[in-house]
């Protein structure tokens, strides 16, 4: 399998900001890879730099086999990006920046230009100041969907959308990929990670802490299952990968690592089963884990210094 | 508890926000406009020390054409009527650049990037933002009348007043006229654009006006609001009524503003932006870069253009008036020339036309750096576009744009002038390598120093400063010298041209623009 991007030890610091603190990235060609962090994680430095427009203190970025930075312009012909807040030249209407992008693109399809527009619902004729925010992103999505690029880059691309273009946008996604291009999608919206993404990766503090496909993240977390028993829970609180256990009589609930579930089921079925319920994780919860982490990371930072201190 | 106007309530905060945005450069603008008018009266006693020099000067100053269009004419000989005559004018168009700055700042500014709409969400009545822009000039411009009366006062106390209110009312008056465009355009760049070209105006019609008749009478500089600062004649018995006209103007503009500002949506303008093609032709960076500055290369070389033909009109006739004054033709070969008096006149007017080119040059290759702090550059870069490409663009449009405009100001001049267009057009042109100088300056700042690239204004002003007010001051050789401008020959009127400082100074804008380029490639994208 080909990289698409490929980026390892990455790190970039702008004064004493650390904004990328050895970032790792790998995203396969032909995948819709899902970019995620908490809001100054660093996603953005990290687009940024696979663009070419800002330069690593450290590290290895590969995009599409080459240098991000010394090859940028040849490299740009094969990539689109979208960025989160599209800002327009006031006196170009949407139309012109479409085909000047496309031009400078090395190429778009004017078929698939006109089709887009119509699915995006876009006044092309409207001069830059007067789109609103949404329509503003929809003029850098037409002009992106429509490239021939080979690789889509798109940081937080449906902010301002409404719910009808945000399925657009993701039927564009999906078509894209069929077509065999790459996506790398950061996007805080979490059910359009969850249908869109063969695999994700999450950042932290400029860090990756987390990749692989969803499945495989799940596999990582907890599945809550509340029982009712026909006798009484006999030794669950000792079962390994088993917390949170609340036993009301006969009423059992508890959460358990999803690669332990085999024995608390056992254990459970040696009881005997009037009814179960078992949820697995919402994506939602499996972010918010990854994102409280830092809060926590922070408590757990001070109370080291304050011990450290009350040692002293 | 007793509440402010609802149209007005928040404009306290409002104006205490603008006087902390503004807390550098009101200040330093402030300063060194003081500086300028308060240090004449002892850079100028050092250079004319008795009374008999000093009247002598006046008198071949005001025989002087080109002289008296640049200045105006002297009302007194003495070191306070020569402050008012030679930094008046001078000090006035400073003070209306910094109003207009501060209040499109405040208003259409605040509009255009979207920031007015949250403020005004909050306790904030429809007239107070541009209440408190107005405000913020007032302030600026109370500060700075303030300082000239201080400094001046020991040369009379009448006088100091005279020219302060002189130099503060002409700054209200472009706050005024800069409120009113706020209001007939959606960008703040035009609206910027609209009052500097009436400040423009106003100064060509004072200078056609004081060049084609003495003492200032002429009706065009009374047409001229510039023309009132020099007829206020501080320190010369001041004739105080000017100064009722002066106030009349800033009512009726700021009333004008008011008005248009209480019929209009918020973002929207009385010249409202109609939709443009569903379909572009733009292909590479370099178009874009013309198509987004072609504009106002257009309203430049219009105005160069006809400035030239005025200018040229009134290089004849310049000769008469002097005679056989030695002393003039000294002062007026320090100007800028060293033949003919026409041709002294018409070499200073190329020496102005470059200078206001300078101007041109730095908005124009400054764009560069709009263009990357209004986050419009980074999704362009990210196509496949180099840097210099980019930047190329934008600086083709600056250096090719600034040769036009010089030519065109040359052909003014020869039209005019009813003749020797050639003379003039290479009198204009004689200017290009110090406009490209500093233009390359504001490349080089931009490419190595992004967060300071507005500094090149600075490099621009005192270029110009040098030029206007330094040949008179006997300032030494090396601190003239610093100005690009002291180096090129004087054209029309000079038998043998010297190349080589013509070419020098065009390689070292090469090198700058250059090492800006090299540095603009290594750097980051700032955004």
């Known amino acids: 399998m080909t990289k698409a991007i490929s980026v390892v030890g990455l790190h970039k610091a702008f004064g004493r900001t650390r904004a990328l603190d050895g970032l790792d990235l790998s995203v396969t060609a032909g995948e819709v890879h899902g970019f995620l962090g908490p809001n100054g994680a660093g996603k953005s430095t990290a687009i940024r730099i696979l663009l070419g427009l800002l330069r690593a203190d450290s590290g290895v970025a590969e995009l599409l086999g080459g240098d991000p930075w010394a090859d940028a312009v040849p490299l740009h012909r094969r990539v689109a990006y979208v960025p989160g807040d599209v800002t327009l030249w006031r006196n170009l209407s949407g139309g012109e920046v479409i085909d000047l992008y496309g031009r400078l693109r090395g190429g778009f399809d004017r078929a698939r230009r006109a089709e887009l527009i119509e699915r995006f619902e876009l006044d092309p004729a409207k001069k830059g100041r007067t789109y609103s925010k949404g329509n503003r992103q929809k003029v850098a999505l037409v002009a992106a969907f429509a490239s021939d690029a080979e690789l889509l880059i798109l940081d937080e691309p449906t902010s301002g959308l409404d719910p009808l273009m945000e399925g657009v946008f993701q039927s564009c996604v999906a078509e894209a990929r069929a077509a065999g291009r790459t996506v790398l999608l950061s996007s805080h919206i979490l059910s359009e990670v969850e249908s869109l993404c063969d695999r994700v990766s999450i950042i932290r503090r400029g860090r990756t802490v987390e990749t692989g496909t969803l499945a495989e993240l799940r596999h990582l977390t907890r599945t809550s299952i509340s029982a009712e028993l026909a006798g009484p829970p006999n030794g669950m609180a000792h079962l390994p990968g088993v917390h949170d256990v609340e036993v009301r009589g006969l009423k059992v609930r508890l959460q358990a690592d999803t690669d332990k579930l085999d024995a608390v089921l056992r254990s459970l079925a040696a009881s005997g089963v009037r009814s179960l319920i078992a949820t697995p994780p919402t994506l939602e919860e499996l972010f918010l884990r990854h994102y409280t982490d830092e809060a926590d990371a922070d408590a757990t930072d001070n109370s080291d210094s304050d011990s450290e201190a009350s040692v002293r | ?527």
């Not at chain 2, 379909?279 to 370099?286: C, D, K, S, Y």
Request: with cysteine; net charge positive.
């Open chain 2, 1 to 527: 508890m007793k509440r402010p106007p609802t149209g007005l309530a928040g404009t306290g905060a409002l104006l205490r926000l603008a006087l902390r945005r503004d807390r550098v450069m009101m200040p330093v603008w402030i300063l060194v406009t003081a500086l300028v008018v308060v240090s004449m009266p002892g850079a100028l006693g050092s250079v004319y020390a008795t009374a008999a020099e000093r009247a002598l000067a006046a008198a071949s100053m005001n025989a002087n054409s080109s002289v008296r269009a640049l200045y105006g004419p002297v009302f007194s000989d003495s070191l306070g009527g020569l402050t008012a005559w030679r930094a008046g004018v001078f000090g006035a168009v400073l003070a209306a650049v910094m109003s207009l700055i501060i209040v499109v700042r405040h208003t259409r500014e605040e509009e255009e990037t979207g920031r007015q709409e949250l403020l005004s969400a909050a306790m904030v009545g429809r007239r107070a933002p541009l209440t408190a822009a107005l405000l913020a000039a007032l302030v600026a411009n109370t500060c700075l009348g303030l300082l000239v009366v201080g400094g001046l006062a020991g040369q009379g106390a009448p006088g100091a007043a005279a020219l302060a209110l002189a130099l503060a009312g002409t700054g209200m008056l472009f706050a005024g006229a800069a409120a009113v465009a706020a209001q007939l355009t959606e960008s703040a760049r035009t609206a910027k654009g609209l009052t500097a070209a009436l400040l423009g105006v106003a100064f060509v019609l004072k200078a056609a006006g004081d060049a084609g008749t003495a003492g200032g009478r002429s009706a065009l500089t009374w047409v001229s609001p510039l023309g009132w600062v020099e007829n206020v004649r501080a320190f010369a018995d001041e004739r105080w009524w000017v100064l009722l006209l002066l106030a009349a103007a800033v009512t009726a503009q700021v009333g004008a503003g008011y008005l248009l500002a209480g019929r209009r949506d918020l973002g929207m303008s009385f010249l409202p932006s109609r939709p443009g093609p569903a379909e572009g032709r733009l292909g590479t960076a370099g178009a874009l870069a013309w198509r987004l500055q072609r504009g106002t290369l257009a309203g430049w070389s219009a105005g160069f253009l006809t400035a030239g033909a005025v200018f040229g009109g009134m290089a004849d006739g310049t000769a008469d008036l002097v005679g056989g004054n030695d002393r003039a033709r000294e002062i007026i070969e320090r100007m800028g020339g060293q033949g003919g008096l026409t041709d002294a006149f018409l070499a200073t007017m190329a020496g102005l036309f470059g200078m206001v080119a300078a101007l041109y040059a730095v908005s124009a290759v400054l764009r560069l750096s709009a263009e990357e702090s209004g986050q419009r550059a980074e999704p362009l870069l990210a196509n496949a576009v180099g840097r210099l490409r980019w930047a190329g663009g934008h600086l083709a449009v600056a250096y090719g744009g600034s040769a036009l405009m010089l030519l065109l100001a040359g052909l003014g001049l020869g039209i005019g002038h009813g003749g020797e267009v050639g003379a003039t057009v290479a009198a204009t042109l004689a200017q290009l390598p110090a406009v490209w100088v500093i233009g390359a300056l504001a490349a080089l700042l931009h490419g190595a120093v992004p967060a300071y690239a507005a500094a090149a204004w600075a490099v621009a002003g005192s270029a110009l400063t040098l030029g206007w007010l330094g040949p008179a001051l006997n300032l030494p050789q090396a601190a003239l010298d610093l100005s690009p401008f002291a180096h090129l020959p004087r054209l029309p009127g000079t038998e043998s041209v010297s190349w080589a400082p013509l070419l020098a100074l065009t390689a070292l804008a090469a090198a700058l623009t250059a090492a800006g380029l090299a540095a603009l490639r290594r750097r980051d994208i700032t955004a």
